[in-house]
């Protein structure tokens, strides 16, 4: 249990002591900076402690948001600083020296102790994490006048009410915005009060994503209607996580994981749903399911690669930045350019309500048109924006856009011998584009995709020989997965046998899944995957050439077969490596607000 430390007085009449104990707190008293700390030295280190100035006044909320994070080793409020057992020697240092010094004028002018730990811990170089209250009410009064005026903005201020707004996200779609946060915030806080985690309700909207992917897979219109009502349920439960993890700041590191992919476990699910039920009736749209899923796949890596390439990015705004920005002031084209570009909400709505009143063949065709559209207006408003900003990027936005490469031993190798050029966007454009019009245009099993394959591995290494800080390089990534996943489904598509689509499908999944815990591990600040992890299944290159030789070297069914125990392979050695390390103590403790996309 964490404990909180009250020092000061004792005022008559406060309800400090108990908004603490409701936050779950075990509080103890100390007169001074001395006793604080004989206090703080019995509390165990593996516990999270806090000093809570006893003349407090404020908001339960604003306590909560300084004092209940698990996200920031060290957090403050006026009147309150709290550490977890990350922060707890800085705590310990700073209360040792107020301790020392034996007045409490020698930081700031102020009789607060809390406060003036806090300036300590400033001037230490370990700045608490300080949340932004709004509306919300945090203050030491200094007087019995200045108390009661405090206690009175505390009574003008319905805390409720404001904790309920911020379980929304700040920045979000127009779907999700207008139909489903207005009443799946009061479907998280009636979470919060029974009990029920975030990792609970994700869990719940990923199952019930699973039972709308198995009624879709029946391929009646009575099984599709259902399908489109549950997934717009599972969405719902999808904001409910996150809205009832702000709601009650249930944050950590497993649910940071788990939400980060079940979303996408959720949609590709369904997509493989709606082929089985098609294939039912009749109708193979498999091509259309994995080429769905590839261009989902292909936009998120261009939105996380552009990211990483600007995360700390310095130089002047672009035209095109400036006319975004110019935009904004307009109310209505905010909404209407986060329309455009199909993100989750919208997207699933469309899924949801095609399936219930077409086909699967239709819904395929209408979200691969609109994907393809939004991923045109987002990559070309960005290649804009790149090529008329001159940034300087770091090193670590090189280091991340190479890890996001996810170059295997092949590339690797001969990147160290290659010749580096000045245009890795270039030869990542070449290899790829020469990969996949040879392995369109030759017939199933010749050796042509394979030879191209092995062109397009030179081109990786030449195009990762140098580190990828050049305007366009962001765009390495995405295509390095335009080639392997584009590579996959061709090959699959021109076999013509059953099964080879759906086993490639399976193959993109789980390389996919792979791609994606890159990108949050990388998020997270934890780097890229281990080496070993990505030498075992053999780098983006390693596989597409490997693909590309069974299918000169076996039949049609037996490549089925391989395509089918490569996926297995691949998807056992990625997914048990992540559950490995997103539920180990090592992980960072992060909480992702979700992709808009």
């Known amino acids: 249990m964490p404990t909180a430390i009250l020092t000061g007085q004792p005022v008559p009449g406060s309800s400090l002591e108990g908004d603490l104990r409701s936050l779950g707190y075990d509080v103890r008293t100390a007169e001074g900076a001395a006793e604080a700390e004989t206090l703080l030295a019995q509390v165990p280190r593996d516990q999270r402690v806090a000093l809570v100035d006893a003349r407090f006044v404020g908001h339960p ?27 707890r020697q800085a705590l310990t240092r700073a209360l040792a020296r107020e301790s020392a010094s034996g007045t409490s004028a020698t930081l700031v002018a102020s009789d607060s102790l809390a406060d003036r730990i806090v300036t300590a811990l400033d001037a230490d170089g370990s700045a608490p994490h300080r949340p932004e209250l709004g509306s919300l009410v945090a203050t030491v009064p200094a007087d019995p006048q200045a108390r009661n005026e405090a206690r009175q903005a505390v009574a003008a201020v319905d805390d409720e009410a404001v904790r309920l707004k911020s379980a929304v996200k700040a920045r979000d779609g127009f779907f999700t915005t207008f139909c489903v946060s207005p009443y799946s915030r009061y479907l998280a806080r009636w979470c919060a009060r029974r009990g029920l985690t975030p990792n609970q309700v994700t869990t719940a909207s990923l199952l019930t ?62 997509y493989a749903g709606l082929a089985l039920g098609a294939a039912r009736g009749g109708d193979d749209v498999w091509a259309l399911a994995l080429g769905a899923m590839v261009l989902q796949t292909c936009r998120h890596v261009v939105d996380f690669s552009f990211n990483e390439a600007n995360h700390d990015a310095t130089a002047n705004t672009s035209p095109t930045a400036a006319l975004s920005d110019k935009l904004d002031s307009v109310g209505w084209t905010v909404w209407v350019r986060r329309m455009i570009v199909l993100p989750i909400g919208e997207r699933w709505a469309m899924i949801a309500v095609l399936t219930a009143v077409a086909t699967p063949r239709i819904t395929f065709y209408a979200l691969l048109i609109g994907c393809a559209f939004a991923a045109t207006y987002t990559t070309a408003g960005r290649v804009l924006r790149s ?164 299918a000169a070297l076996l039949t049609a069914s037996q490549f089925t ?27 960072p403790a992060v909480h992702d607000e979700g992709e808009t996309a």
């Open 61 to 87: 909320h604003a306590l909560r948001l300084g004092l209940t994070d698990p996200r920031f080793p060290l957090a403050a409020v006026p009147g309150a600083v709290t550490a977890q057992p990350a922060g």
């Open 209 to 270: 994503a699973l039972i709308a992917a198995g009624c879709a897979a029946t391929g009646t219109r009575g099984g599709f209607v259902a399908a489109g009502l549950l997934l717009i349920f599972s969405f719902v439960l999808d904001c409910t996580d996150g809205q009832l993890a702000r709601y009650s700041l249930q944050y950590s590191t497993l649910g940071a994981w788990l939400d980060a992919t079940f979303d996408r476990a959720k949609e590709y699910a369904y």
């Open 387 to 550: 090529l008329t900003r001159r940034a300087e990027r770091t090193d670590r936005a090189a280091r991340a856009l190479a890890d996001l490469a996810d170059n295997g031993p092949l590339a690797e190798g001969l990147s160290r011998v290659a010749w580096p050029l000045k245009a890795p966007f270039a030869a990542a454009l070449t290899g790829t584009a020469a990969l996949l019009l040879t392995a369109a245009l030759a017939p199933y099993g010749s050796w042509l995709p394979a030879l191209a394959a092995v062109f397009s591995v030179a081109f990786a290494a030449l195009a990762l020989a140098r580190p990828l800080t050049g305007a366009l390089d962001w765009l390495v990534p995405p295509l390095f997965r335009v080639a392997e996943y584009g590579t996959v489904l061709i090959l699959a598509a021109t076999s013509e046998v059953n099964g080879a689509l759906p086993a490639a499908f399976g193959l993109v999944a789980a390389v996919a899944y792979h791609h994606y815990d890159t990108v949050y591990r990388i998020r997270g600040n934890a780097g890229a995957p281990p080496a070993w992890l990505v030498r075992t299944v053999g780098g983006h290159e390693g596989r597409t050439l490997l693909v590309t030789v069974l």
């Open 561 to 587: 077969v391989a395509l089918t125990a490569l996926a297995v392979a691949v998807a056992v050695v990625v997914v048990v490596e992540s559950i490995r390390f997103w539920v180990s103590a090592g992980a």
